[in-house]
């Protein structure tokens, strides 16, 4: 027994040496500091470094700085710096990189210019020393990035040119510090100069032109194979952070990197997207953020008069240098205050890039001690500031962001929306229940609706139990993406009834059906015409045919007709389209008349959508060879069709389907019917008059007189 207790004692000898012990302690406190803490409304992110402080070696030395810490914490800090790259909005990033491009600039020369002085005038530092803690200052880690991508804004456009600056901030000072090295060791010449530009242009070749491609090819041949993905994901970061470092800059970069070139192939919906947020902000961010904690050494305040002075003026300028970088940012881009006290917060916090550069001046003797121990209370301090300032920020723009008023948005805005996919055949069910995940409204807490209409025969008892035990995989990939699954069984002798009374008793906004297969057009699916799906199902219907991954999609093409834009069902379609497009980093390109452009130009402005809208005219419907020969075979094609009695209705319109399907036989194809808008006009009232003899007279006429009009330009 007292062997047993010394055996006890041993393994909790400070600092503790069990790697079991170790990593248990860690969750602990990544698991109860943040829920104790979020009770008197302090930021998580604080609680963890204020953690790393306690436990590390220069507070009560529970753990020490080991090599298992150090994996953990880089690859805590590069998760951070890789899903800033994946989360960026492509598309606003685009559009906003002139804005990212100046407030890279205002971060970069504000705190230096103000930084240099003080180093050298004030704290008496020689020219070398001033200038790479000038550059210090400019530079930040994006500690506090955590709390918007929880609360959901990490698309927002202040948080886009907050990320582009970062990363166009720390690479000139990383080259800074780089130049400054070469200058201190005698190597600055010109084969520094060549070596440091070519080795990132091979760099820039192998990460945005080979990378981009394997992914493709791999997320396209191992597509069933869900874990493989992740782990191909995190082989292409750590990979990306290596060649990095290799050309010559950090590895923070090579992560951020990785992000932006594999941003167009992960939609931010999908599963591989929720599991690479849920390990990184469980794990391995909570473990950098402790490591922090670890460095801060307190005892360096009661060391002397000149090291609280140094501490303090460091941090007064790292602080006072961003905040009016922020302000100039707001001042020039007219951004309202949040916005301002958003890309402070967010840009004001030093942790990886800054000791990077300080550690590596010290051990070269430009720095000295003061300049090391202020530096490590500078990040306390600033990570502090930063959390608070962020989080404050993060949740008023969270708040108006939900908030939208009815004359912004419209009664079209759907916030609780129910999709329903009625099945055919399980084995399409999967790129069908990916586009629903795609589409879906992430607010509405409803679940997407598996469906199947089961014949109403002896068999169907059985029928229902096999498509049960069919769709259990179903349930389990949306619980990945955290979207509930619902499944329903319907025994009827009419499948499309069956679909419409359905889509009614669950109140559903969408339907999603798949192609029918080894059929034409106007043949059977599911053993009706799909006629009478069309015209019962009054609801927005999606009829898909995937051919391929939509990894390998480039454009979003819309071909809207004529008065499309009159349809109820139009502004919730666009919100579709623009969240399809966002979610997939593709252009949207609408085939169409001007008025419809204008339309849907007006939606998106006042529904305040991020996306990007090129705009085709077409004049001649009927020459459909004027459509086909611009489209390419990675085209995304979407079809707004309408039905019968409806207001953009033409008879014209009901064979191009056929030609799509025939002419793109590669292509994703989309056909879009929306919310019926047909009104009941007066004639309905009066049951003997029937216009559908009426309606086919006068479509005939029109053909006619359509092939005589050929006929006399031919003669």
């Not at 949740?395 to 929306?417: L, W």
């Not at 059906?513 to 059977?524: A, E, N, V, Y």
Request: glycine share 6%; net charge neutral; proline share 4%.
């Amino acid at each position: 027994m007292i062997e047993f207790f010394r055996h006890l004692i041993h393994e909790f000898k400070l600092p503790l040496s069990n790697p079991v012990l170790i990593f248990s302690l860690i969750l602990f406190i990544i698991l109860l500091i943040p829920i104790l803490l979020k009770k008197i409304n302090i930021p998580g992110i604080i609680g963890l470094i204020l953690s790393g402080v306690v436990i590390g070696p220069h507070g009560l030395n529970i753990l020490a700085k080991s090599s298992a810490v150090d994996l953990f914490s880089t690859i805590g800090l590069l998760y951070i710096m890789f899903i800033a790259g994946l989360e960026l909005d492509m598309n606003e990033f685009k559009a906003n990189r002139n804005k990212s491009l100046l407030f890279g600039f205002f971060t970069f020369i504000f705190p230096l210019s103000i930084g240099f002085p003080v180093c050298f005038y004030l704290l008496q530092y020689d020219y070398s020393a001033s200038f790479l803690t000038a550059s210090m200052f400019a530079t930040h880690t994006l500690v506090a990035y955590p709390i918007v991508s929880k609360l959901g804004i990490a698309k927002n456009h202040a948080v886009a040119i907050t990320v582009g600056g970062t990363i166009l901030t720390d690479t000139a000072v990383l080259i800074i510090l780089a130049v400054i090295m070469g200058s201190s060791q005698g190597n600055l010449n010109q084969a520094f100069w060549i070596k440091l530009t070519v080795s990132l242009v091979i760099f820039s070749a192998i990460m945005f032109l080979v990378i981009p491609r394997i992914a493709k090819w791999f997320f396209k041949k191992l597509e069933s194979e869900k874990h493989a993905h992740y782990i191909f994901v995190l082989s292409v970061v750590f990979f990306a952070a290596f060649l990095a470092e290799v050309a010559g800059v950090e590895s923070i970069i090579g992560a951020f990197v990785a992000g932006l070139a594999l941003n167009p192939l992960i939609p931010h919906s999908s599963a591989l997207m929720n599991r690479i947020e849920f390990i990184g902000n469980s794990l391995f961010i909570p473990f950098f953020l402790i490591s922090v904690g670890m460095l801060v050494d307190i005892s360096v305040i009661l060391s002397g008069p000149t090291a609280l002075i140094v501490a303090g003026t460091l941090s007064v300028v790292a602080i006072f240098g961003k905040w009016i970088a922020a302000f100039f940012t707001q001042i020039v881009f007219k951004y309202t205050r949040t916005e301002r006290q958003l890309i402070f917060g967010l840009s004001s916090a030093h942790a990886a890039a800054t000791l990077a550069v300080i550690l590596v001046g010290f051990k070269a003797k430009i720095l000295d001690e003061n300049i090391l121990n202020g530096t490590i209370i500078l990040i306390l301090i600033t990570c502090i500031v930063a959390s608070f300032a962020t989080e404050k920020a993060a949740k008023k723009i969270a708040i108006c962001e939900e908030e939208v008023s009815p004359q912004d948005a419209g009664k079209d805005q759907i916030f609780d929306e129910h999709i329903l996919i009625p099945l055919a055949k399980t084995s399409a069910t999967e790129p069908l229940l990916d586009f629903a995940l795609l589409i879906k409204d992430k607010k509405s807490s409803n679940p997407v609706t598996l469906l199947t209409i089961v014949p109403n025969n002896d068999q169907a008892e059985i029928n229902i139990l096999k498509y049960q035990k069919a769709v259990d995989k179903f349930v389990i990939q949306g619980s990945a993406s955290e979207i509930k699954i619902n499944t329903i069984a319907r025994i009827d002798h009419n499948p499309a009834s069956g679909i419409a009374r359905t889509s009614k008793e669950i109140m559903s906004d969408i339907v999603i059906i798949g192609w029918p297969r080894k059929t034409g057009f106007l043949d059977k699916i599911f053993g009706e015409n799909v006629d009478s799906i069309i015209n019962n199902v009054d609801k927005n219907l999606f009829i898909c045919r995937f051919q391929k991954p939509f990894v390998e999609e480039k454009r979003l093409v819309f071909i809207c007709p004529p008065f499309s834009e009159r349809g109820i069902g139009f502004s919730p379609l666009i919100q579709k389209i623009c969240r399809l497009s966002q979610e997939l980093s593709t252009q949207i390109v609408i085939y169409g008349e001007y008025k419809t452009h204008q339309a849907i130009q007006q939606i998106v402005n006042n529904l305040k959508l991020n996306s990007k809208l090129g705009f085709k005219s077409i004049l001649d419907w009927e020459d459909f060879d004027a459509i086909s020969d611009e489209i390419k075979p990675t085209d995304l094609i979407v079809f707004n069709l309408s039905r019968k009695g409806s207001v953009s209705y033409q008879t014209i319109f009901d064979k191009l389907p056929q030609k799509f399907e025939k002419s793109f036989t590669g292509n994703n194809l989309i056909l879009v019917y929306p919310q019926d808008d047909r009104k009941e006009s007066a004639m309905d009232a009066y049951e003997d008059f029937m216009a559908t003899p009426l309606t086919k007279g006068i479509e005939a006429i029109e053909q006619i007189s359509k092939g005589l009009g050929n006929i006399l330009k031919k003669g």
